[in-house]
């Protein structure tokens, strides 16, 4: 546009709901094609509408309206878009003509003529009185017969600023529309704008700040303040993070406003923030409370729409992007640097680095991707983990080149170029060289190929490499009131404010305790060893674990008493009443120090424990109510394998793996309606996760059962999961794609095939081959007959001799 002269009209048409007309509505259903009875059904709705004007206190007589739809209707704003689709498409025809000159993104590619959302309307032309006129004349036509109206009130007309003033003011006089400099703000911030600086998120840091100000901090506990930082502020500031990558200013000023509402202000002042900023933005499986910090959850949200410029979604915003900046290039070298670019495309390329650590290509043939020169198997081409030279006739080989369709992989062409993890990682990893789907890239760092805001968020902070502690994971899953929790997780870390903690913070001089003298008052002290407190455990734990009980260090305490076995006389859930037992403990101690109301001991002592075994019997009743109502209910039943139908054969079908991502392996066994062996084999593949190994188990399984002449086959399974992804038809960008399509491929097959799952008790066939598989080399092989070790299990599934399991248990018909 800098070299364009263009203008921009953005006109709202007026009051929409009561002027649209019923046979241009009729007119409309009749052009998108729906059958005359959808017709019919849709005007009856919107034509048999009565209304009545409450006038004076009193209803006049019911009015029958001749045009409109009704205001509240959920189906009214399908209809008023489907009705300005009409003037999109008169809008488009008189492009076509050349009649209308649409604003030119680049010299020769992507026009824009016109933006919708929802009633208000975005029009791009030339600068010309001629463009005027049919501007005009487009909206004329389109009100005439629809029975809008423009509301040229609320309708302004911007132009490039390399228009002379006088001729802007000509066509604003022509348009009876009047100049502005800008188009207002679009979800917060301006449509239009220059420089970025600080000063263009002024109104954005001073709205959340609002916000969280109409709520009285002082009147709401911590975990209520933490509660509305997350949902409230961080909610507020989700559209600019999505589309703009903010200043760090900016990104500072909201952490702080976040911050002071949380710890509080007093005269102006922030209080004392007991816990550090960095341990509150820390996850909550480390540590910390799991709030984002502002600069980082704008980074995991720009990942988002890089995301969609990498893959080239099929969306406007994208399309304008990647025509105007993107060129030819492909995958995440789309995301470049180009002189001269807008925010937004910076904001995205500053994304390409996170984006590279999810990245990955779903290969289904293999044909158009490279075997050495893209990341495929690896987030990182495979010549950068080879441990000697490859040469150039190799290094421009496709994956495709590499597989042979009747013995897999030609290890010999590479596996003495590349680590043996990596090779054992390829030896699983499948190629079907008969899908007719392009290799295309997905997010590796999900189950299901879909990029997701919070993986990429975890990928900055780079959790998956950490193992969390089972004591926070235990904190939040604790049955007490948030505050409760958010108490326990700030005790755990010794960050309550005692008088330890404010001596050392120079809030204090004496750090002793105030029925103790001479006794620091530590975390510990003031939940466990003050003479108060101990009355009160020593009633509640029971004599033969006090001595552990008192001996136990911070760290040691805290863990041991968070679990769920009990160490006190207490029946219920042991971490949750301990959990309301420090707290209660915590508050009589405040209200002691504070408000000067201090209970005799056996008064606190009775105090303390009658609260706390109030909320944890209320608790405890409440999950056990629940549980009896929820599908999670257990039941014991006696599970065995079953002969198949007469005629048919049962296939079993089992998959290993040696820890995450080690060498997974297959076991399969075919069996007639006797129950005597027909065929069976096992499999050690490569590394690899546990449910690809099922898979790998299911496609084999299938194989060899078509090969021996099953035609009904029922094909049975301990993973629900492998089961649910060949039913559930997944895109091709799961991660497991190719393999599925695969199976599908065979299950299409002139055979009849019934999925059934089955537990491990009825499975113990299959499972002895898939763990016994590990000890083969690597490859597939057939079992004519049962191994002897196997003898005794095929008896006992013949006798059907069944084992007691505890399953779901299933609701009465």
Same mark, same amino acid.
């Given at each position: 546009?800098?070299?364009?002269?263009?203008?921009?009209?953005?006109?709202?048409?007026?009051?929409?709901?009561?002027?649209?007309?019923?046979?241009?509505?009729?007119?409309?259903?009749?052009?998108?094609?729906?059958?005359?009875?959808?017709?019919?059904?849709?005007?009856?709705?919107?034509?048999?509408?009565?209304?009545?004007?409450?006038?004076?206190?009193?209803?006049?007589?019911?009015?029958?309206?001749?045009?409109?739809?009704?205001?509240?209707?959920?189906?009214?704003?399908?209809?008023?878009?489907?009705?300005?689709?009409?003037?999109?498409?008169?809008?488009?025809?008189?492009?076509?003509?050349?009649?209308?000159?649409?604003?030119?993104?680049?010299?020769?590619?992507?026009?824009?003529?016109?933006?919708?959302?929802?009633?208000?309307?975005?029009?791009?032309?030339?600068?010309?009185?001629?463009?005027?006129?049919?501007?005009?004349?487009?909206?004329?036509?389109?009100?005439?017969?629809?029975?809008?109206?423009?509301?040229?009130?609320?309708?302004?007309?911007?132009?490039?600023?390399?228009?002379?003033?006088?001729?802007?003011?000509?066509?604003?006089?022509?348009?009876?529309?009047?100049?502005?400099?800008?188009?207002?703000?679009?979800?917060?911030?301006?449509?239009?704008?220059?420089?970025?600086?600080?000063?263009?998120?002024?109104?954005?840091?001073?709205?959340?700040?609002?916000?969280?100000?109409?709520?009285?901090?002082?009147?709401?506990?911590?975990?209520?303040?933490?509660?509305?930082?997350?949902?409230?502020?961080?909610?507020?500031?989700?559209?600019?993070?999505?589309?703009?990558?903010?200043?760090?200013?900016?990104?500072?000023?909201?952490?702080? /406003?976040? +911050?002071?509402?949380?710890?509080?202000? &007093? !005269?102006? =002042?922030? %209080?004392?923030?007991?816990?550090? $900023?960095?341990?509150?933005?820390?996850?909550?499986?480390?540590?910390?409370?799991?709030?984002?910090?502002?600069?980082?959850?704008?980074?995991?949200?720009?990942?988002?729409?890089?995301?969609?410029?990498?893959?080239?979604?099929?969306?406007?915003?994208?399309?304008?992007?990647?025509?105007?900046?993107?060129?030819?290039?492909?995958?995440?070298?789309?995301?470049?640097?180009?002189?001269?670019?807008?925010?937004?495309?910076?904001?995205?390329?500053?994304?390409?680095?996170?984006?590279?650590?999810?990245?990955?290509?779903?290969?289904?043939?293999?044909?158009?991707?490279?075997?050495?020169?893209?990341?495929?198997?690896?987030?990182?081409?495979? /010549?950068? +983990?080879?441990?000697?030279?490859?040469? &150039? !006739?190799? =290094?421009? %080989?496709?994956?495709?080149?590499? $597989?042979?369709?009747?013995?897999?992989?030609?290890?010999?062409?590479?596996?003495?170029?590349?680590?043996?993890?990596?090779?054992?990682?390829?030896?699983?990893?499948?190629?079907?060289?008969?899908?007719?789907?392009?290799?295309?890239?997905?997010?590796?760092?999900?189950?299901?190929?879909?990029?997701?805001?919070?993986?990429?968020?975890?990928?900055?902070?780079?959790?998956?490499?950490?193992?969390?502690?089972?004591?926070?994971?235990?904190?939040?899953?604790?049955?007490?009131?948030?505050?409760?929790?958010?108490?326990?997780?700030?005790?755990?870390?010794?960050?309550?404010?005692?008088?330890?903690?404010?001596?050392?913070?120079?809030?204090?001089?004496?750090?002793?305790?105030?029925?103790?003298?001479?006794?620091?008052?530590?975390?510990?002290?003031?939940?466990?060893?003050?003479?108060?407190?101990?009355?009160?455990?020593?009633?509640?734990?029971?004599?033969?674990?006090?001595?552990?009980?008192?001996?136990?260090?911070?760290?040691?305490?805290?863990?041991?008493?968070?679990?769920?076995?009990?160490?006190?006389?207490?029946?219920?859930?042991?971490?949750?009443?301990?959990?309301?037992?420090?707290?209660?403990?915590?508050?009589?101690?405040?209200?002691?120090?504070?408000?000067?109301?201090?209970?005799?001991?056996?008064?606190?002592?009775?105090?303390?424990?009658?609260?706390?075994?109030?909320?944890?019997?209320?608790?405890?009743?409440?999950?056990?109510?629940?549980?009896?109502?929820?599908?999670?209910?257990?039941?014991?039943?006696?599970?065995?394998?079953?002969?198949?139908?007469?005629?048919?054969?049962?296939?079993?079908?089992?998959?290993?793996?040696?820890?995450?991502?080690?060498?997974?392996?297959?076991?399969?066994?075919?069996?007639?309606?006797?129950?005597?062996?027909?065929?069976?084999?096992?499999?050690?593949?490569?590394?690899?996760?546990?449910?690809?190994?099922?898979?790998?188990?299911?496609?084999?399984?299938?194989?060899?059962?078509?090969?021996?002449?099953?035609?009904?086959?029922?094909?049975?399974?301990?993973?629900?999961?492998?089961?649910?992804?060949?039913?559930?038809?997944?895109?091709?960008?799961?991660?497991?794609?190719?393999?599925?399509?695969?199976?599908?491929?065979?299950?299409?097959?002139?055979?009849?095939?019934?999925?059934?799952?089955?537990?491990?008790?009825?499975?113990?066939?299959?499972?002895?081959?898939?763990?016994?598989?590990?000890?083969?080399?690597?490859?597939?092989?057939?079992?004519?007959?049962?191994?002897?070790?196997?003898?005794?299990?095929?008896?006992?599934?013949?006798?059907?001799?069944?084992?007691?399991?505890?399953?779901?248990?299933?609701?009465?018909?």
């Amino acid at each position: 546009m800098r070299t364009q002269q263009k203008l921009i009209p953005k006109k709202t048409p007026i009051t929409w709901i009561s002027r649209l007309r019923w046979d241009f509505i009729r007119d409309t259903l009749i052009e998108v094609g729906l059958p005359s009875t959808w017709i019919s059904r849709i005007m009856t709705c919107v034509e048999e509408n009565k209304m009545r004007i409450n006038w004076n206190g009193k209803l006049t007589d019911p009015i029958t309206p001749s045009r409109g739809v009704r205001q509240g209707d959920p189906l009214s704003p399908y209809l008023f878009v489907l009705c300005m689709e009409r003037l999109a498409h008169r809008i488009e025809i008189a492009v076509a003509d050349r009649q209308w000159k649409p604003l030119s993104v680049t010299s020769h590619g992507f026009k824009l003529s016109h933006l919708f959302f929802a009633d208000d309307l975005i029009l791009f032309a030339e600068a010309g009185s001629k463009q005027i006129d049919i501007i005009k004349q487009c909206l004329e036509d389109f009100c005439s017969s629809s029975g809008q109206k423009v509301n040229l009130n609320k309708s302004v007309l911007y132009v490039s600023p390399n228009i002379r003033r006088d001729m802007a003011q000509n066509l604003s006089n022509r348009a009876n529309i009047p100049l502005t400099a800008d188009l207002g703000r679009y979800l917060g911030l301006n449509a239009i704008h220059g420089r970025v600086t600080k000063t263009r998120y002024k109104e954005l840091v001073l709205r959340i700040q609002k916000k969280l100000a109409t709520w009285k901090s002082n009147c709401l506990s911590l975990a209520s303040r933490i509660t509305m930082v997350r949902s409230v502020a961080s909610s507020m500031a989700v559209y600019p993070m999505f589309s703009e990558l903010l200043p760090a200013s900016v990104c500072n000023d909201l952490d702080r /406003i976040n +911050r002071q509402f949380i710890w509080g202000e &007093e !005269d102006g =002042k922030s %209080k004392f923030h007991p816990v550090a $900023w960095e341990l509150m933005t820390t996850p909550k499986s480390q540590g910390g409370i799991g709030i984002r910090p502002t600069k980082l959850a704008n980074q995991a949200m720009l990942a988002k729409g890089g995301w969609k410029l990498t893959t080239r979604e099929d969306s406007l915003w994208t399309k304008l992007l990647l025509e105007k900046y993107g060129g030819n290039r492909e995958g995440i070298n789309i995301l470049q640097k180009k002189q001269g670019s807008s925010l937004a495309w910076r904001s995205f390329v500053s994304t390409a680095n996170l984006l590279k650590k999810g990245l990955a290509i779903n290969v289904k043939s293999g044909r158009n991707t490279h075997f050495w020169l893209d990341p495929w198997i690896l987030q990182v081409p495979l /010549i950068e +983990r080879a441990v000697a030279d490859v040469s &150039e !006739d190799q =290094k421009h %080989k496709t994956v495709a080149d590499m $597989w042979d369709p009747e013995s897999g992989w030609r290890m010999e062409e590479f596996h003495h170029l590349l680590p043996n993890q990596i090779t054992d990682k390829i030896r699983a990893t499948p190629i079907d060289p008969l899908a007719m789907e392009e290799d295309r890239s997905f997010w590796s760092l999900t189950t299901n190929g879909h990029f997701s805001v919070q993986s990429a968020y975890k990928a900055i902070l780079q959790q998956q490499e950490q193992q969390p502690s089972q004591i926070w994971k235990r904190i939040w899953k604790l049955q007490v009131p948030e505050r409760v929790r958010v108490f326990v997780w700030m005790a755990a870390h010794g960050k309550i404010t005692t008088n330890s903690v404010r001596k050392h913070r120079h809030l204090a001089q004496d750090d002793s305790c105030p029925d103790c003298p001479g006794a620091p008052e530590t975390v510990l002290h003031c939940l466990r060893d003050c003479h108060r407190v101990k009355v009160v455990w020593n009633r509640t734990v029971e004599q033969q674990n006090q001595a552990e009980f008192y001996n136990m260090s911070h760290e040691a305490w805290f863990k041991e008493n968070l679990k769920d076995d009990s160490t006190g006389s207490w029946t219920g859930n042991w971490n949750s009443f301990f959990s309301l037992m420090i707290w209660y403990i915590w508050k009589c101690r405040n209200e002691n120090i504070f408000r000067g109301i201090k209970l005799s001991i056996p008064t606190f002592c009775h105090y303390v424990t009658a609260k706390a075994t109030d909320w944890a019997k209320t608790w405890d009743s409440a999950s056990k109510t629940l549980s009896t109502s929820s599908p999670h209910r257990r039941e014991e039943v006696l599970v065995g394998w079953s002969k198949p139908p007469v005629g048919w054969h049962k296939l079993n079908t089992d998959g290993a793996a040696q820890g995450h991502q080690g060498i997974v392996s297959t076991g399969g066994a075919l069996r007639d309606h006797d129950g005597m062996w027909t065929g069976g084999f096992i499999s050690k593949l490569g590394s690899g996760s546990a449910i690809l190994a099922e898979l790998w188990g299911i496609l084999k399984g299938l194989e060899l059962a078509w090969k021996k002449g099953s035609r009904f086959l029922i094909l049975e399974s301990d993973s629900q999961l492998a089961l649910h992804l060949i039913e559930k038809r997944t895109d091709n960008v799961h991660p497991h794609s190719t393999i599925l399509g695969a199976i599908r491929r065979l299950l299409a097959k002139e055979w009849v095939v019934r999925l059934v799952h089955t537990y491990r008790e009825g499975n113990r066939v299959a499972d002895w081959l898939s763990k016994h598989s590990l000890i083969y080399p690597f490859g597939t092989f057939e079992l004519d007959d049962p191994p002897s070790e196997l003898n005794r299990i095929c008896c006992e599934d013949m006798l059907r001799v069944s084992f007691p399991r505890q399953v779901p248990q299933r609701d009465a018909p």
